[in-house]
């Protein structure tokens, strides 16, 4: 069975710092995607990333890079400069096509 | 930019009730899904479809649940007689492929509440 962890239920941090939201999957498919997406309080879930599992580099989108390592399963998101607009909660998710979530983080960017 | 549309944003029903859910999909996407998340729990997957049938659906999505393609735009789920644990949010999704390197754009959301 394919699943994802997210340990982080909560998180804060001052604006224009920086914060990494862990996230742990499990899958015996070599073959797959992992992306975040972000829920803002308006509920849309909006993609912030994606990483190909069969690319070692690490994909990075403006303010928002991942950390993948593919042996331990760890896929985190780390957003460098917050912003009061990043406040949110994240979701990590795995995909075959359709998509495993994990439990989410909130984040809250502290002014 | 191109998006996904659902309708009601917000449904308020009684328990037993039947509710329809209704979405637009990105107009070339071709596969479909709904997902729901329950307050404050995590989004979970319901069901995908293609080719005007279900391609997958999960252990949630029982009897009480259909979806259907009624014409070229429109996607809905459809709860049959609704329970007071039908009560989320639910998701509609599009996407122009079902690998796992497509991009599922999601629409806003409706809430349902069952009383």
């Known amino acids: 069975a394919q699943t994802v962890t997210q340990s982080q239920p909560e998180m804060s941090v001052q604006e224009a710092e920086t914060v990494t939201l862990s996230c742990t999957y499990d899958?015996?498919?070599?073959?797959?995607?992992l992306f975040w997406y972000k829920q803002p309080p308006s509920r849309q879930m909006i993609l912030v990333i994606r990483q190909e599992a069969y690319k070692q580099q690490n994909a990075t989108e403006n303010r928002f890079s991942v950390n993948f390592q593919k042996a331990a399963k760890s896929f985190s998101l780390k957003i460098s400069d917050s912003q009061l607009g990043d406040t949110a909660m994240y979701f990590c998710a795995l995909s075959f096509g359709k998509l495993i979530f994990g439990q989410g983080t909130t984040l809250q960017v502290k002014p | 930019e191109p998006e996904v549309t659902q309708t009601p944003s917000h449904q308020v029903t009684q328990m037993g009730q039947e509710v329809i859910l209704r979405c637009v999909p990105i107009?070339?996407?071709?596969?479909f899904y709904w997902y729901r998340q329950i307050l404050g729990q995590k989004v979970e997957f319901l069901v995908s479809f293609y080719n005007n049938e279900i391609s997958e659906k999960s252990e949630i999505f029982d009897d009480q649940f259909s979806v259907e393609r009624p014409d070229g735009s429109n996607f809905t789920l459809k709860i049959r007689s609704t329970k007071l644990e039908d009560s989320a949010m639910y998701f509609c999704?599009?996407?122009?492929?079902?690998?796992?390197?497509?991009?599922?754009?999601f629409g806003a959301g409706s809430r349902l509440t069952v009383l």
């Open positions: 107009s070339n996407h071709l596969y």
């Open positions: 999704a599009s996407s122009e492929w079902s690998t796992g390197a497509n991009v599922l754009t």
């Open positions: 899958t015996s498919e070599n073959n797959y995607y």
